[in-house]
């Protein structure tokens, strides 16, 4: 029976814009303080309309979504992220009740308030301000031009769904929310119920902030079995917890025949490789040490990254072992976060203590030597009775090929040592983990880093290489960066997360267009060579009747504005004098005679650069504007050789406009084409420009 008091202190849910809670709860389950034991909050989801939830996001998310484009859902995660900084002691207060302590914290609030910044400055850097991303470049499909291809990723018309695990409440979700709404597609997010108290009070803060568009979040407080029963082909979940949940996940009929795009990130037994090379008396033993430490200390060890495999020297592991358990000895005092002095907090849930008790115990029945902590070890002031205190643990093994090392996962502070004879040896042992998220290599030889990564790539989803150069400048290796992938193959669930951009892509649908130049440019923003051009030339532009693309500002400017040069003359005078004034004096810029005997020249031949020289003074308009700065070429590629003699054009179209959306300027990018004489393409490249969006500025 539920009582009032727990009636009050439902954990509310996000749906269709408004808060919450049941109106009759049952199936309620209490929440716990993970040091004291004590009740933090109650979870019930009944009479909870997931259809409805999931047509919302379908509907108003996707069509508020929609209203923007890329740029400017990147500045509101800008935006968000802002805000979230400026309230981030409301999470760190309510993570208390986790048992993280304030360095646990840094990872999870500010470790995802920093994806927030990341995928905003990539969002706005590397994509275009639009809701179609180009993938790669354009496909000749005939002869003339007439006919091309293009592969294009545009939104896809669902909603993401990520269903959370329990450690990291608050990075584990806008890990997941950075990228899906950047790429379009409305979130709904479930989150463990242990601590997703923590994700509400930070989607809480989000909906208070006033910046999320309509429908583009929704928050499911508690349960959420049926949940896949309303998705199709249309929608992405995105999972992170046990391999087993993820199993059961994956042969879900919606996700086997209903193409329900699914990924994983799974349990993973991550290893810390000491080289040869790394003995005692070096830089990389101390840095070694000092890692492992920190991975299973951090978050009480409650990360999917976290080492479960050390694996060193087989005459190194006593030296490890002693180590590993000094630096505890000295660095931990175990007890509730919020007390003075207290460095490594409890786990999250007494559940969780009671399974990292069982699958050390496994591992000890296995063959495995508790050389520090184990299951009956002192927590010294924790009472481990109320709260769900777990001792560091080291555990050695006699050998190394233990099947249970390499399976089982203590998913606490708890990692094995394991001796290994020689580096072919120890990239067995760690491919026995049958797929990891990362491992760390520490060695300060290059040959032996080089056989590592050809040995333990494929089974790993990052490899962090650590040594005396960026021992202090290293993230480290428990922290996945926004700008790389997270996942890994086999076991660790063969899903690849964040990554940057890639990661918005995995919720974009890419589509091969095929079609005429000018039907792929109204489509993708982007002009084609053979798509319709406005041209203007020197004489059209002095004369009144037409105006050089260089004087129009972004409020002018149009895809397929293109300028066309006279003909200029290559003589050979031209040809030393850029010679002797730059210092290149290559062969075949300077001897008649081997120049000629080069295969690829018909006798001295114009420097590259000098073409691209002219073709700036064939093109430009010189007088103030509203272009305002040139800020590289992009695609240079030189394809017919310019001799003495010879003559060269340049033709410059506006191929991309990309306004941005914080500055009074936008960047435009030109397509640039050098012909001869004979009408043979010389060069091709592209300018890339800084444009006013209004001339006069302002």
């Known amino acids: 029976m539920v009582t009032q008091t727990q009636t009050q202190t439902i954990l509310p849910s996000y749906l269709q814009g408004t808060w919450w809670t049941p109106q009759d709860p049952g199936g309620v389950t209490e929440v716990l303080d993970a040091s004291t034991g ?14 409805a939830a999931v047509d919302f996001a379908r509907t108003t998310g996707q069509r508020s979504l929609g209203e923007s484009t890329l740029h400017e859902r990147a500045l509101l995660l800008k935006q968000l992220a802002q805000y979230l900084t400026e309230h981030k002691q409301v999470l760190y207060d309510v993570s208390y009740r986790t048992g993280s302590t304030l360095k646990d914290h840094f990872f999870d609030v500010d470790g995802g308030i920093g994806t927030l910044f990341t995928f905003s400055s990539k969002g706005r850097r590397e994509l275009p301000n639009a809701n179609v991303i180009i993938d790669g470049s354009v496909e000749q499909l005939s002869k003339d031009g007439s006919f091309l291809g293009e592969h294009v990723y545009s939104r896809m018309p669902g909603v993401a769904v990520q269903i959370n695990a329990f450690n990291f409440p608050v990075w584990g979700f806008l890990e997941k929310f950075a990228p899906s709404f950047l790429a379009g597609m409305p979130t709904i997010v479930k989150p463990a119920t242990p601590t997703g108290y923590v994700t509400e009070a930070c989607v809480r803060l989000m909906v208070d902030s006033g910046i999320l568009p309509e429908g583009s979040l929704q928050l499911i407080s508690g349960s959420a079995r049926e949940l896949l029963d309303h998705l199709d082909y249309r929608d992405h ?15 879900h009929d919606n996700v086997i025949h209903g193409g329900v795009r699914f990924t994983a990130e799974t349990d993973s037994l991550n290893a810390a490789i000491l080289a040869p090379d790394a003995t005692v008396d070096t830089p990389e033993f101390e840095a070694f040490i000092k890692a492992v430490f920190v991975e299973i200390t951090s978050k009480a060890g409650q990360k999917c990254t976290a080492i479960r495999r050390v694996i060193v ?38 559940e969780q203590q009671a399974e990292v008790r069982g699958a050390v115990e496994r591992l000890v029945a296995a063959g495995g030597a508790v050389r520090l902590g184990g299951p009956e070890a ?7 009775e109320t709260g769900a205190f777990f001792p560091v643990t080291v555990l050695s093994f006699e050998n190394p090929r233990t099947p249970e090392v390499h399976f089982v996962e203590a998913f606490g502070p708890v990692t094995s040592v394991l001796g290994y004879l020689d580096v072919d040896d120890a990239v067995h042992l760690a491919a026995l983990g049958g797929g990891s998220l990362v491992a760390t290599v520490c060695t300060n030889d290059g040959p032996t880093a080089a056989r590592f990564a050809a040995g333990i790539s494929a089974h ?53 267009l095929q079609g005429p130049p000018d039907i792929l440019t109204a489509i993708t923003g982007v002009w084609y060579a053979g798509a319709t051009a406005r041209t203007v030339t020197r004489q059209s532009a002095e004369d009144g009747t037409g105006m050089h693309p260089f004087r129009k500002s972004l409020a002018d400017l149009r895809i397929g504005d293109q300028f066309a040069s006279q003909l200029r003359t290559v003589t050979l005078q031209d040809i030393t004098d850029f010679a002797t004034t730059t210092g290149d004096t290559f062969y075949a810029h300077t001897d008649e005679d081997a120049a000629t005997a080069n295969p690829f020249f018909p006798r001295r031949v114009a420097h590259g650069y000098l073409l691209v020289s002219w073709a700036a003074g064939l093109f430009v308009d010189p007088a103030p504007g509203p272009v305002l700065a040139n800020y590289g070429l992009e695609n240079l590629r030189f394809i017919t050789p310019v001799t003495y003699d010879d003559e060269i054009r340049v033709t410059l179209t506006a191929k991309q406009i990309t306004p941005r959306v914080t500055d009074e300027y936008g960047e435009v990018r030109w397509d640039a084409v050098l012909h001869n004489q004979h009408e043979e393409i010389v060069a091709t490249y592209d300018v890339l420009t800084l444009v006013a969006k209004t001339w006069p500025a302002g």
């Not at 004590?38 to 259809?51: A, F, I, K, Y």
């Not at 979940?237 to 042969?251: C, I, K, P, Q, Y």
């Open 460 to 512: 790993h989803g990052r490899v962090h290489y650590l040594n005396r150069q960026d021992a202090r400048t290293s993230t480290g290796h428990g922290s996945p960066m926004p700008h790389l992938i997270h996942g890994g193959p086999g076991r660790a669930g063969g899903g690849e997360e964040l990554g940057g951009i890639r990661g918005v892509k995995h919720y974009m649908q890419r589509t091969a």
């Open 313 to 350: 020297p087989q005459d190194l592991v006593e030296d490890v072992v002693a180590a590993v358990a000094e630096r505890v000895r000295q660095k931990v005092v175990i007890g509730d976060p919020r007390a003075e002095g207290v460095t490594m907090g409890a786990l999250a849930s007494k």
């Open 38 to 51: 004590e009740v933090v909050t109650c979870v019930s989801t009944q009479g909870l309309d997931l259809r």
């Open 237 to 251: 979940v995105a999972f992170t917890g046990s391999a087993g949940t993820a199993r059961t996940l994956r042969n």
């Open 378 to 384: 002192d927590t010294g002031d924790a009472d481990a």
